[in-house]
Nanobody, 122 residues
Framework: QVQLVESGGGLVQTGGSLRLSCAAS????????MGWFRQAPGKEREFVAA??????YYADSVKGRFTISRDNAKNTVYLQMNSLKPEDTAVYYC?????????????????WGQGTQVTVSS
């Protein structure tokens, strides 16, 4: 079993920055693909970013603004979000998948955190 706990969400103005953290426990963190997804009201959960070993993957909508990273010693994955826009407003979820699975689909991931709210005001 894997437990994931997100933190770092909040309210920020357009153009601002936030850093989300996801602390993982209960499994070999370094051999897992870690991903971030988001879900806005009335919309489906969508892929934001993922990291597998040292390779990173991003949705086109966040490329160049968001950066995913991991600290295996702390079993933590981060999402640095810069140049935030109102359309980035959503609940952000951390997720973990076996290293052999894909990285962009919700169904690739077996474990999910409870989510953290990010609100970007215009």
């Amino acid at each position: 079993q894997v437990q994931l706990v997100e933190s770092g969400g909040g309210l920020v103005q357009t153009g601002g920055s936030l850093r989300l953290s996801c602390a993982a426990s209960g499994r070999t963190f370094s051999s897992s693909t870690m991903g971030w997804f988001r879900q806005a009201p009335g919309k489906e959960r969508e892929f934001v970013a993922a990291i597998r070993w040292s390779a990173t993957y991003y949705a086109d909508s966040v490329k160049g603004r968001f950066t995913i990273s991991r600290d295996n010693a702390k079993n933590t994955v981060y999402l640095q979000m810069n140049s935030l826009k109102p359309e980035d407003t959503a609940v952000y979820y951390c997720a973990a998948a076996h290293i052999t699975r894909g990285v962009v689909r919700v169904n690739d991931y077996d474990y999910w955190g409870q989510g953290t709210q990010v609100t970007v005001s215009s």
